[in-house]
T-cell receptor, first 111, second 113 residues
Framework: GQNIDQPTEMTATEGAIVQINCTYQ??????LFWYQQHAGEAPTFLSY????GLEEKGRFSSFLSRSKGYSYLLLKELQMKDSASYLC????????????FGTGTLLAVQP | DGGITQSPKYLFRKEGQNVTLSCEQN?????MYWYRQDPGQGLRLIYY???????QKGDIAEGYSVSREKKESFPLTVTSAQKNPTAFYLC????????????FGQGTRLTVV
């Protein structure tokens, strides 16, 4: 089977740091993506991990542990515009290469 | 400009009618995907296609059908067999190799009355 889990909602303060976790169980693995989605809009790509470790891209970093089936997205110096849903997605791999999304985490940034 | 286009943005249909959602991309991507998103939820995979004239069912394919006659087009038909079709539908495409992200269209919000 396949399962990708994230917390449903999180709240953080402007200027702070927040970590959004994602755990996954999939039949295969060809990489993990993080997307940001504002309400009523299309998701936009944030980061990609396929090897264990941390990938840093400006205020956003993403970490992967394949052995634990675990990833997190770290957002630093939070801004009000970071209020959005954050989606974790796994490329299932194998012959079919399905792209499967988690349930999404709605982040609210407060002043 | 290269991109992925969904049309229309808003669509209203009467219950019992079939409706087709358009998805076109000029990015020369191999793989295309259809997702459904309900309020406050993540994306659920309906169908996907890695190559022309071939497609696979996702997790919630019942009540939907697709075709992939051309590389750039992947239309989704919501049939009358879909019990609860009102939702936000998103189409995506990507190169079918490991480290490439999916690009999304702007979505179609379907309301069945």
């Amino acid at each position: 089977g396949q399962n990708i889990d994230q917390p449903t909602e999180m709240t953080a303060t402007e200027g702070a740091i927040v970590q959004i976790n994602c755990t996954y169980q999939t039949s295969g693995f060809n990489g993990l993506f993080w997307y940001q989605q504002h309400a009523g809009e299309a998701p936009t790509f944030l980061s990609y991990n396929v090897l264990d470790g941390l990938e840093e891209k400006g205020r956003f970093s993403s970490f992967l542990s394949r052995s634990k089936g675990y990833s997190y997205l770290l957002l630093k110096e939070l801004q009000m515009k970071d209020s959005a849903s954050y989606l974790c997605a796994v490329l299932d791999g194998g012959a079919t290469n399905k792209l499967i999304f988690g349930t999404g985490t709605l982040l609210a940034v407060q002043p | 400009d290269g991109g992925i286009t969904q049309s229309p943005k808003y669509l209203f249909r009467k219950e019992g009618q079939n409706v087709t959602l358009s998805c076109e991309q000029n990015l020369n991507h191999d793989a295309m995907y259809w997702y459904r998103q309900d309020p406050g939820q993540g994306l659920r995979l309906i169908y996907y296609s890695q190559i022309v004239n071939d497609f696979q069912k996702g997790d919630i394919a019942e009540g939907y059908s697709v075709s992939r006659e051309k590389k750039e087009s992947f239309p989704l038909t919501v049939t009358s067999a879909q019990k609860n079709p009102t939702a936000f539908y998103l189409c995506a495409s990507r190169w079918d190799i490991e480290n490439t992200e999916a690009f999304f269209g702007q979505g179609t919000r379907l309301t069945v009355v």
